[in-house]
C-alpha cells in the first residue's frame, strides 16, 4: 500500500488485480516464468510496492496476486508495471539476476478511470514484450476472513499413461460479466480424487466482501509445461457454501462446457464437495494499538573497527558537524518513526564488538548507558546522546557478532504476552559490516521467531551485505543447525546506500525498512489467539508523565539484566524519576 499521504475524505483503497498475454518468450527449451513488479514514483526514483506470485512456463498469465493502493484523488499518483522473466528463483526480489520482458507506465487514474479493464502494451528498448491487463476495483471496509477446505471426486482423467494432476482456482465475478482470479491451489500428484489443504483467504479478496457476489471454481489437469487441461467448472456464492449463513450447498457439479455439447448422456466432469467453511474476523494493527498493546524498541548499534576510526572524516561513526553520519539517519528515520507507538518512551540501547578502553574487554553487547541495571533512555534524543557518549568511552573493535545481542533481546521477548498484556518488540540493528557468526545467529533468529520480535536491520557503509539479505528469509526461510525451520519470517534488512542519501532523516528508509512489520506483528497475534482489547480508559499522569500505580519505565523488562553485569565506566547520566 502506498504510505506517506496524509489523510484525506477523498482517498480510498484500490484493488489490482494483473493478468498478460503474449509474452515474449526468453526462454529457449521453455516458456518464460513471468512476475510482474509493481513500482510508485517518489519524486524522482521509483519505489517498489510489491510484486505478484512467478507463474512457470507461461506466456498467457492470470495472476492471483493483487495489489492494494491508496486512490488520491488530489494527486498525481504515477505507477510503474514491470514484467520480468525469473531466471533465479532464490532471489526473485533482485531484479539484476531477472531478464526483463517489458514495461509500462500510466496513472493509476488512467487506470481507475479505464471501465472495466485498462490494457496496455509491454515495451523495453522500444521493442514489444506482450500486453498487460488490469482490473481495478474499490475495496470496501471488510474486516473479515474465510477459511476453505474442497475436496473432489470421480474426476475426468486427462493425462493418458496416468492419472490427473488437480489443482483448482477461484474467480469472482466483476461488473460486465468477466472473471478476475483469486485464488490458485497447489496440484495433488495423480489422483482423481483430490483433497486439497485448507487455506485462508481475505473476503475482500474472495468476494468483495459481498457474500452474494458470484464465485467460479475451476478445477484443471496440471502439466509441467504449464499447458493445462481444463477438466470443469462451478459457479455459486459464499452465502449459500456458509453454514454460519444458512448455507446448504456442500456439493457442486464440475461441468466441461465443450464436453457437453457433445456427449448426450454427459452428466458431469466430476464432483467439488467443500469440506469446511468458516469466516473469521479479521484485526488490524491499529485495532490492537489502540487496545493499549505496547510496542517496544531495542537498538543495537555496530561499533566495529570496519566502520573506521571516529575521528576520521571517513569513518561511518564521525561526528560531522554539517551533516548527520549513516549512523545518526537510521536512528533518526527509524526510531522517529516507532518511538509514538511505546507509552513509556524507554529504550533499551545495547552495542557490540567494542573494546572498553580502561580493561582492554571485547563485549558483542553492552548497553551504551553502561549500567546493567538501566540500559533505557529516554525517547530518540536519549538514544543519539548515549550513541555519542558511548564513542568517547571504546575503542572499535570486533568481529561482527550477532548472536550475543540477540540472545538479549530474546529474553526481553520472553517476558510474556497475555490476552491482558499485550506487548510486541521491535529490534533495530544498524551496522556496516558481514556477519562473522552466521551459525549462532540463524540459530537465534530461528528461535526468536516464535516470540512476539521483529528484527529490522539497516545496512550503513558499502560493504558486502549477502548475508544479511540471506537473513531477510522472504523466499528461503531459514533453518538452525538442529534442522528447525523458523516459524515466521521476522527479519527486514535494507542498505541505507539504497536511498542515496547522507543528510537528514530518510523517511523512505523508514518505510522500507518497517513495511513488514504490521504483518508480522498481526501474524503473531493471531497465532498466539490474542485479540485486541476494548481502548483502555486513560490514567491520570503524574508531573512525571508516569501514570499513578504504574511500573516505573527503568523496571520494565527481564528482572535480571539479560547482559553480563558489571559497570565498566561512570554511567551515562539519565534522568532519575
Same mark, same amino acid.
Request: proline fraction near 9%; include cysteine.
Given at each position: 500500500m502506498m504510505a506517506g499521504a496524509p489523510d484525506s475524505g477523498l482517498c480510498s483503497k484500490i484493488e489490482l488485480s494483473i493478468s498478460c498475454t503474449?509474452?515474449?518468450?526468453?526462454?529457449?527449451?521453455?516458456?518464460?516464468?513471468?512476475?510482474?513488479?509493481?513500482?510508485?514514483?517518489?519524486?524522482?526514483?521509483?519505489?517498489?510496492?510489491? $510484486?505478484?506470485?512467478?507463474?512457470?512456463?507461461?506466456?498467457?498469465?492470470?495472476?492471483?496476486?493483487t495489489f492494494v493502493v491508496e486512490y488520491r484523488f488530489e494527486e498525481i499518483q504515477n505507477l510503474k508495471f514491470s514484467c520480468y522473466d525469473v531466471d533465479d528463483r532464490k532471489h526473485i526480489d533482485d531484479l539484476s539476476k531477472q531478464e526483463i520482458i517489458g514495461e509500462m507506465e500510466c496513472t493509476l487514474a488512467e487506470i481507475v478511470t479505464a471501465g472495466q479493464c485498462y490494457r496496455r502494451k509491454l515495451r523495453y528498448k522500444g521493442e514489444i514484450g506482450g500486453n498487460i491487463q488490469i482490473i481495478a476495483e474499490e475495496i470496501e471496509d471488510t474486516k473479515f476472513e474465510v477459511k476453505l477446505q474442497l475436496s473432489a471426486v470421480k474426476l475426468?482423467?486427462?493425462?493418458?499413461?496416468?492419472?490427473?494432476?488437480?489443482?483448482?482456482?477461484?474467480?469472482?465475478?466483476?461488473?460486465?460479466?468477466?472473471?478476475?482470479?483469486?485464488?490458485?491451489?497447489?496440484?495433488?500428484?495423480?489422483?482423481?480424487?483430490?483433497?486439497?489443504?485448507?487455506?485462508?483467504?481475505?473476503?475482500q479478496k474472495l468476494c468483495s466482501g459481498d457474500w452474494e457476489r458470484t464465485l467460479r471454481f475451476s478445477v484443471w489437469d496440471w502439466n509441467r509445461d504449464g499447458t493445462h487441461d481444463f477438466i470443469g467448472e462451478a459457479t455459486t456464492i459464499l452465502k449459500d457454501i456458509s453454514p454460519e449463513r444458512g448455507g446448504q450447498t456442500a456439493r457442486l457439479e464440475l461441468i466441461n462446457p465443450e464436453i457437453k455439447k457433445k456427449k448426450r448422456k454427459y452428466t458431469n466432469s466430476g464432483i467439488l464437495s467443500f469440506i469446511s467453511v468458516s469466516t473469521a474476523p479479521v484485526y488490524s494493527f491499529m485495532d490492537y494499538i489502540k487496545g493499549g498493546c505496547q510496542v517496544s524498541l531495542i537498538v543495537a548499534i555496530d561499533f566495529t573497527a570496519s566502520n573506521g576510526k571516529p575521528a576520521s572524516p571517513s569513518s561511518l561513526h564521525y561526528n560531522n558537524p554539517y551533516r548527520d553520519n549513516e549512523y545518526v539517519t537510521a536512528i533518526k528515520s527509524v526510531a522517529s518513526v516507532l518511538a509514538p507507538?511505546?507509552?513509556?518512551?524507554?529504550?533499551?540501547?545495547?552495542?557490540?564488538?567494542?573494546?572498553?578502553?580502561?580493561?582492554?574487554?571485547?563485549?558483542?553487547?553492552?548497553?551504551?548507558?553502561?549500567?546493567?541495571?538501566?540500559?533505557?533512555?529516554?525517547?530518540?534524543?536519549?538514544?543519539?546522546?548515549?550513541?555519542?557518549?558511548?564513542?568517547?568511552?571504546?575503542d572499535l573493535f570486533g568481529p561482527t557478532n550477532f548472536s550475543s545481542f540477540l540472545e538479549t533481546t530474546i529474553k526481553y521477548a520472553l517476558c510474556g504476552v497475555s490476552q491482558k498484556d499485550?506487548?510486541?518488540?521491535?529490534?533495530?540493528?544498524?551496522?556496516?559490516?558481514?556477519?562473522?557468526?552466521?551459525?549462532?545467529?540463524?540459530?537465534?533468529?530461528?528461535?526468536?521467531?516464535?516470540?512476539?520480535?521483529?528484527?529490522?536491520?539497516?545496512?550503513?557503509?558499502?560493504?558486502?551485505?549477502?548475508?544479511?539479505?540471506?537473513?531477510?528469509?522472504?523466499?528461503?526461510?531459514?533453518?538452525?543447525?538442529?534442522?528447525?525451520?523458523?516459524?515466521?519470517?521476522?527479519?527486514?534488512?535494507?542498505?541505507?546506500?539504497?536511498?542515496?542519501?547522507?543528510?537528514?532523516?530518510?523517511?523512505?528508509?523508514? $518505510?522500507?525498512?518497517?513495511?513488514?512489520?504490521?504483518?508480522?506483528?498481526?501474524?503473531?497475534?493471531?497465532?498466539?489467539?490474542?485479540?485486541?482489547?476494548?481502548?483502555?480508559?486513560?490514567?491520570?499522569?503524574?508531573?512525571?508523565?508516569?501514570?499513578?500505580?504504574?511500573?516505573?519505565?527503568?523496571?520494565?523488562?527481564?528482572?535480571?539484566?539479560?547482559?553480563?553485569?558489571?559497570?565498566?565506566?561512570?554511567?551515562?547520566?539519565?534522568?532519575?524519576?
Open positions: 503474449d509474452l515474449k518468450d526468453l526462454d529457449t527449451f521453455s516458456k518464460s516464468d513471468p512476475v510482474v513488479f509493481l513500482f510508485e514514483k517518489s519524486g524522482q526514483k521509483w519505489v517498489k510496492i510489491g $510484486r505478484t506470485e512467478m507463474i512457470d512456463d507461461n506466456l498467457n498469465p492470470k495472476f492471483a496476486t475426468d482423467k486427462k493425462d493418458f499413461f496416468g492419472k490427473s494432476d488437480p489443482f483448482f482456482e477461484i474467480s469472482k465475478a466483476q461488473e460486465g460479466g468477466t472473471f478476475t482470479l483469486v485464488y490458485r491451489s497447489q496440484p495433488i500428484m495423480k489422483t482423481l480424487n483430490p483433497k486439497w489443504p485448507s487455506f485462508i483467504i481475505s473476503s507507538y511505546d507509552s513509556d518512551q524507554q529504550f533499551p540501547v545495547f552495542g557490540f564488538g567494542a573494546k572498553f578502553r580502561h580493561n582492554g574487554e571485547v563485549s558483542h553487547c553492552f548497553p551504551l548507558t553502561f549500567n546493567p541495571q538501566r540500559p533505557e533512555v529516554s525517547g530518540v534524543q536519549g538514544i543519539l546522546d548515549v550513541y555519542h557518549y558511548a564513542l568517547s568511552n571504546i499485550q506487548q510486541y518488540f521491535i529490534l533495530l540493528v544498524i551496522t556496516d559490516g558481514e556477519i562473522t557468526d552466521m551459525d549462532r545467529t540463524v540459530d537465534r533468529i530461528v528461535q526468536a521467531s516464535s516470540l512476539p520480535l521483529s528484527i529490522v536491520i539497516v545496512g550503513v557503509g558499502e560493504a558486502d551485505f549477502t548475508k544479511m539479505e540471506t537473513l531477510d528469509a522472504d523466499d528461503n526461510p531459514l533453518i538452525d543447525r538442529h534442522g528447525k525451520r523458523m516459524e515466521s519470517d521476522i527479519v527486514q534488512f535494507v542498505p541505507l546506500r539504497k536511498f542515496h542519501s547522507r543528510s537528514g532523516a530518510n523517511f523512505s528508509l523508514a $518505510r522500507e525498512t518497517l513495511a513488514e512489520i504490521p504483518n508480522q506483528f498481526l501474524g503473531f497475534m493471531k497465532k498466539q489467539h490474542i485479540k485486541p482489547n476494548p481502548p483502555p480508559l486513560r490514567k491520570q499522569e503524574t508531573s512525571f508523565g508516569i501514570s499513578q500505580g504504574a511500573t516505573p519505565p527503568y523496571a520494565v523488562g527481564p528482572t535480571a539484566p539479560p547482559y553480563p553485569v558489571g559497570q565498566v565506566v561512570p554511567p551515562y547520566p539519565t534522568t532519575s524519576v
